[in-house]
């Protein structure tokens, strides 16, 4: 039970380490963002670019954007969450 906690604290701070408030991400971009950060931190696990929706840290929200004339699927940072 010990280690899921400590994994999960983890990659919340793998999460902190990318946010850039209402930044846009794409899936690719955001793959190779969290592959830096979980060979930083040790994380073993395979990282997806779905992996963000589970952050509790702050908002996120799946979006497409035209870059160059392209569609992109990607994600959009929002404002963080504060709980008390």
Do not use: W
Not at 30 to 51: D, H, V, W, Y
Not at 57 to 71: A, F, L, M, P, T
């Amino acid at each position: 039970m010990l280690k899921v906690v400590e994994d999960k604290k983890k990659l919340q701070q793998a999460f902190r380490a990318i946010y850039t408030r209402g930044a846009f991400i794409s899936n690719d971009e955001m793959k190779r963002l969290l592959t830096e950060q979980f060979n930083r931190l040790g994380i073993k696990l395979s990282p997806k670019a779905t992996q963000i929706l589970n952050c509790d840290i702050y908002h996120v929200e799946r979006c497409s954007q035209y870059i160059d004339g392209k569609k992109v699927n990607g994600y959009k940072f929002g404002d963080m969450l504060f709980n008390f």
